[in-house]
T-cell receptor, first 116, second 107 residues
Framework: EPEVTQTPSHQVTQMGQEVILRCVPISNHLYFYWYRQILGQKVEFLVSFYNNEISEKSEIFDDQFSVERPDGSNFTLKIRSTKLEDSAMYFC??????????????FGPGTRLTVL | RKEVEQDPGPFNVPEGATVAFNCTYS??????FFWYRQDCRKEPKLLMS???SGNEDGRFTAQLNRASQYISLLIRDSKLSDSATYLC????????FGPGTRLSVLP
């Protein structure tokens, strides 16, 4: 069964450093997403991406964040200068998006980001 | 009013019990509705989509009331393996997650 993959599973970084989180969505999917979940809190939408551009973003997704689809398979989230409060689990998700019946999102296993 | 609200939980039930979760949403333009389950420190996994007519998948039944902006999930004959956090997800322009309701099924 096809699945969304994410690397690394755990990233530890120093405050102020740049991090890039990587995702490989399911191959025939058209819509891609990043979410974050701070420990003990709810899943929060960050950004959606379609047709090689951002379609929506939340207020969390400020200038420190960017997304890219550098080739046909990878989808990355970059945090330019990490802050302590960026520590969270980051989930990538994708959906086929051909019709309303393909609204289902499939999530990757997540990257746990720890900012020290 | 929060976009998606759920029963705060936790629900602690014995094996074999029937348990129901409620969810309300504020955006009347929402188009699609889902229940996901999330195990501790894992990714959300789709449990079922929720259709206007209601739908059932084995021991799980989901209902949608668009007029009341209310979604429910019923789990019958609960198993130990049903222990998880159940997330109500509503799609308007984007997907909005509820805070989740934790279920513990006890032996």
């Amino acid at each position: 069964e096809p699945e969304v993959t994410q690397t690394p599973s755990h990233q530890v970084t120093q405050m102020g450093q740049e991090v890039i989180l990587r995702c490989v969505p399911i191959s025939n999917h058209l819509y891609f997403y990043w979410y974050r979940q701070i420990l003990g809190q709810k899943v929060e939408f960050l950004v959606s991406f379609y047709n090689n551009e951002i379609s929506e973003k939340s207020e969390i997704f400020d200038d420190q964040f960017s997304v890219e689809r550098p080739d046909g398979s990878n989808f990355t989230l970059k945090i330019r200068s990490t802050k302590l409060e960026d520590s969270a689990m980051y989930f990538c998700a994708s959906r086929e998006g051909v019709s309303s019946y393909t609204d289902t999102q499939y999530f990757g296993p997540g990257t746990r980001l720890t900012v020290l | 009013r929060k976009e998606v609200e759920q029963d705060p939980g936790p629900f602690n039930v014995p094996e074999g019990a029937t348990v129901a979760f409620n969810c309300t949403y504020s955006n009347s333009a929402s188009q699609s509705f889902f229940w996901y389950r999330q195990d501790c420190r894992k990714e959300p996994k789709l449990l079922m989509s929720v259709y206007s007519s209601g739908n059932e998948d084995g021991r799980f039944t989901a209902q949608l009331n668009r007029a009341s902006q209310y979604i429910s999930l019923l789990i019958r004959d609960s198993k130990l393996s049903d222990s998880a956090t159940y997330l109500c997800v509503v799609k308007g322009q984007n997907f909005v997650f509820g805070p989740g309701t934790r279920l513990s099924v006890l032996p």
